[in-house]
């Protein structure tokens, strides 16, 4: 490539090596559907094997399409590298296992996606892992959580239902400072958000949702940002500095010297992505591709749209609250202008003043909004998570978590929002 491209619009579509494919000229990214790579000679495979060459081997740890869409992600969040996973599940859970052993504690925001939240709060205790929640509205929360088994900290840039902005700055200053990465999940707010800019070491993505956007394919992935300095603070990051003895006792600092300050991506994907293996299929990599050449376009759309949702919502009389990074005040407020740019993103939460019974008939009346556990997709969602998502919670957990009976939650789409608003209207009658 002779031009530089530095504007997220264009690095969607062109961002990493990839220009067309070698061999026929195809200007798509095509579809590598092969588990394995011809390895040419005994001697390129023990390059290979070694890392003293870079290549596909197996695609359980990579795979040409799934490269495209690797470092078009890492293009898009200004990191160094990236490794795209089976789902953002997965690009969660090893974002966190690589940099932990059992003894060790994470700290982590208490506004979490659910699946996040389980995972922390009780699967992590299977291995020995303690996760230490604390509430992010004080960022020195965090510093006072830690101790020396702390391994990192985790947040959402914007996490539902309290759609309250992470502070990204202030937690990853906390952790330079004392050694700690901080990883966050940029699901909600890809493009508007940037957490590297601020100071994450780690970003993880569901691309499930605005990455794809068709609500076709699951998929994740986690980015490098290749600052963070492992090796300074080796006392607190042995899994990533010492000897490893499950690759035959190399040092994932030492592999990764000759191809940049990658060392952490390495011991994910050649850790424990290859003992785990939740490989991405490449059709579900070239499926996610699509999606991210349109994101710029769409999350432009979510975001308008989001925005008239929520001012027709806050002159609703059954409507008794908005929650929305747009309507929110005071430090809410100059966290959302601080780290999400150019708009709040699709989602948009309210609560109607009949409590639960009116939040099942607010959703049971929409026509155009699907009924889904999901976000970001083009079509516009609902749910009302007291009956549905947190409906085994205890009251006192749902209120802790954000969610009141009447609180329903919009993932608005890009259809045209007269049409958007017109569905709302009409579900509220019947609220
Ligand atoms: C959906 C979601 C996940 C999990 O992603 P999957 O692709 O469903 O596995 C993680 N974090 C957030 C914020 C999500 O919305």
Redesign the pocket.
């Known amino acids: 490539m002779t031009v530089a491209i530095r504007n997220v619009e264009t690095l969607a579509l062109h961002g990493g090596s990839f220009r067309a494919d070698p061999t026929n000229g195809a200007t798509q990214v095509p579809i590598y559907q092969s588990t394995s790579f011809d390895l040419r000679s005994t001697e390129r495979a023990d390059r290979l094997v070694n890392f003293e060459e870079i290549g596909f081997i197996y695609s359980r740890v990579g795979n040409p399409t799934q490269h495209v869409l690797e470092e078009r992600l890492a293009a898009i969040e200004g990191g160094a590298a990236a490794l795209a996973l089976a ?3 997965a690009a ?1 859970a090893l974002s966190v296992l690589t940099l932990v052993q059992a003894g060790d504690n994470i700290v982590t925001s208490t506004d979490l ?1 659910g ?2 939240w389980n995972f922390f709060a009780n699967r992590l205790k299977q291995f020995g892992i303690e996760a230490r929640f604390v509430d992010p509205a004080d960022p020195e929360n965090f510093r006072r959580a830690t101790d020396d088994k702390t391994r990192l900290y985790f947040g ?1 840039t914007l996490p539902n239902p309290k759609l309250n902005v992470f502070p990204i700055r202030e937690v990853a200053d906390i952790g330079r400072s004392l050694g700690v990465p901080l990883i966050i ?1 940029n ?2 707010a890809p493009l508007l958000a940037r957490p590297i800019d601020h100071g994450a070491a780690i970003v993880v993505h ?1 691309a ?2 605005y990455i794809g956007g068709h609500g076709t394919t ?3 992935a986690i980015i490098d940002s290749g600052q963070f300095p492992w090796e300074q603070f080796a006392d607190r990051h042995r899994l990533i500095t010492d000897p490893d003895p499950s690759y035959h006792g190399r040092i994932w600092t030492d592999i990764a010297r000759p191809y940049g300050p990658i060392a952490y991506i390495f011991a994910v994907r050649a850790g424990l992505l290859r003992d785990l293996g939740p490989a991405i299929a490449p059709q579900n990599a070239f499926q996610l591709i699509q999606g991210l050449e349109t994101l710029p376009l769409r999350i432009r759309q979510h975001s308008e749209n989001a925005v008239a949702v929520a001012k027709f919502l806050s002159g609703h009389p059954k409507v008794t609250a908005v929650i929305f990074p747009g309507v929110q005040n005071g430090e809410a407020r100059r966290r959302a202008d601080a780290y999400l740019k150019g708009g709040f993103g699709g989602l948009v939460g309210f609560e109607l003043k009949g409590g639960t019974d009116a939040g099942r008939r607010f959703i049971d009346a929409l026509k155009l909004f699907f009924h889904v556990a999901n ?1 970001g997709d083009t079509h516009s969602l609902a749910i009302h998570p007291a009956s549905t998502t947190h409906a085994q919670l205890s009251p006192e957990e749902q209120l802790a978590s954000g969610v009141t009976p009447g609180y329903v939650r919009l993932s608005v789409g890009i259809e045209n929002i007269e049409d958007i608003i017109t569905d709302i209207s009409q579900a509220l009658e019947h609220a």
């Open positions: 789902s953002g599940q969660a996606y699946g996040t959402e999940d699901t909600s569901s499930t949702k699951i998929g994740g976000i």
